[in-house]
């Protein structure tokens, strides 16, 4: 496991300001900008339901990010177990009582907003691990004991989404919890294992698929076969990509956005209608703002001197690198379409608030680099 040292300091309220990392925080600023005239694109150049609630929970959450920072790093320690309750007993809430729309019950209703509980547990199981791990030796990392409590906090969260049903985001906590693994040391041929027998049981989970799962999944190697209908959404959302060339048609030209053939488009379709708009020389520009957001992330986990911050900090580059690559992979049609909203720049409350919690703690153990956790 990582070296940690003791080591305990008082900081004044400015010493802990001066300790921001401001690159990351430009680059959290610069994707939510960016984001927020996209959103205003979606709604065809005017300041609608989309873009206004986006803008305003934008200014919420990262002003409750930059509070958060301030909570030192032992706390975030502290309330590791805590939190993964608090939102597993949402899940199950969700799952009981939640609303639904679109023929899932994702959502649980807090009458100020509509909370997407799957969505905070990727950054819960992520806070979980790193507060199990931080302590324990590479040797006993594989005992028996120590692998059977870890699946079952991973598996418990990922079948309660999965029934909602939602296969894209139980997707993503199980890879949010799969990494912080591996970099806990777990050996590489439980992951052997696992694979070989999630490749001999697909036909058997693919027998439990919802019918329009089993549609994107044929969709994605053929989308030609419903050009109408299934495909629909990957054929315009390729069209659009391609159609915006190197420069782009410009801000508030998109004619496939504009003219209601690409659906979708304020979530998880967003990057299709930036890279429409601003072309390939756009989105390398976005590509690059996350390359050095991820960057930062994994460099604080290095200087920060407690394992719980490393653990946390490369595990969380590590989703964030994730959860990037599966969006523009899928808006691109190089994967099935999933569901995974583009980190900060897709429209929805609960995503924005779970990356706003998770880069709080990655700015706590920033400004608490030198603090040690007993």
């Known amino acids: 496991m990582f070296q940690q040292t003791s080591y305990s300091e008082q900081l004044t309220f400015f010493q802990k300001l001066r300790s921001f990392d401001y690159i990351l925080l430009l680059c959290i600023i610069s994707i939510g900008v960016i984001s927020g005239f996209s959103m205003y694109s979606t709604d065809g150049g005017e300041l609608l339901y989309h873009s206004k609630s986006h803008i305003i929970r934008l200014v919420i959450f990262f002003t409750m990010m930059i509070c958060f920072s301030f909570f030192s790093i032992k706390f975030w320690h502290s309330v590791g177990y805590l939190f993964y309750v608090l939102v597993l007993g949402l899940l199950i809430m969700a799952s009981l009582y939640g609303v639904s729309a679109s023929g899932s019950q994702r959502w649980v209703s807090l009458y100020f907003i509509n909370l997407q509980p799957s969505e905070l547990m990727?950054?819960?199981?992520?806070?979980?691990?790193?507060?199990?791990?931080?302590?324990?030796?590479?040797?006993?990392?594989?005992?028996?004991?120590?692998?059977?409590?870890?699946?079952?906090?991973?598996?418990?969260?990922?079948?309660?989404?999965?029934?909602?049903?939602?296969?894209?985001?139980?997707?993503?906590?199980?890879?949010?919890?799969?990494?912080?693994?591996?970099?806990?040391?777990?050996?590489?041929?439980?992951?052997?294992?696992?694979?070989?027998?999630?490749?001999?049981?697909?036909?058997?989970?693919?027998?439990?698929?919802e019918p329009y799962q089993k549609l994107r999944v044929l969709t994605f190697f053929n989308p030609e076969r419903d050009p109408l209908g299934a495909g629909y959404q990957i054929i315009q959302s390729k069209i659009a990509v391609g159609s915006g060339g190197l420069t782009g048609k410009g801000f508030l030209k998109g004619t496939q956005s504009y003219l209601e053939f690409l659906?979708?488009?304020?979530?998880?379709?967003?990057?299709?209608?930036?890279?429409?708009?601003?072309?390939?020389?756009?989105?390398?520009?976005?590509?690059?703002?996350?390359?050095?957001?991820?960057?930062?992330?994994?460099?604080?986990?290095?200087?920060?001197?407690?394992?719980?911050?490393?653990?946390?900090?490369?595990?969380?580059?590590?989703?964030?690198?994730?959860?990037?690559?599966?969006?523009?992979?899928?808006?691109?049609?190089?994967?099935?379409?999933?569901?995974?909203?583009?980190?900060?720049?897709?429209?929805?409350?609960?995503?924005?608030?779970?990356?706003?919690?998770?880069?709080?703690?990655?700015?706590?153990?920033?400004?608490?680099?030198?603090?040690?956790?007993?």
């Not at 989404?161 to 139980?170: C, E, H, I, K, R």
């Not at 756009?282 to 703002?289: A, F, M, N």
């Open 122 to 209: 990727k950054i819960a199981i992520i806070i979980f691990y790193a507060k199990f791990y931080h302590r324990m030796q590479i040797s006993h990392v594989n005992n028996f004991k120590n692998l059977l409590i870890p699946s079952a906090i991973l598996i418990l969260p990922i079948l309660l989404v999965a029934s909602q049903p939602d296969l894209g985001t139980a997707i993503l906590i199980a890879l949010s919890g799969l990494v912080v693994l591996w970099l806990a040391g777990l050996h590489i041929r439980y992951f052997v294992y696992s694979s070989l027998a999630l490749i001999i049981s697909m036909p058997f989970i693919v027998s439990f698929l």
């Open 263 to 374: 659906p979708e488009k304020h979530t998880d379709f967003i990057f299709t209608l930036f890279s429409e708009e601003h072309g390939f020389t756009g989105s390398v520009i976005i590509l690059l703002i996350y390359a050095i957001m991820v960057f930062r992330i994994t460099r604080i986990g290095t200087i920060a001197r407690s394992s719980f911050a490393k653990l946390f900090c490369y595990s969380f580059a590590s989703a964030i690198f994730i959860y990037v690559s599966i969006n523009m992979s899928m808006v691109l049609g190089l994967l099935p379409i999933v569901g995974s909203p583009l980190p900060i720049m897709s429209y929805g409350g609960s995503s924005l608030l779970a990356t706003m919690i998770g880069f709080s703690v990655v700015m706590s153990s920033k400004i608490y680099h030198r603090q040690s956790i007993s």
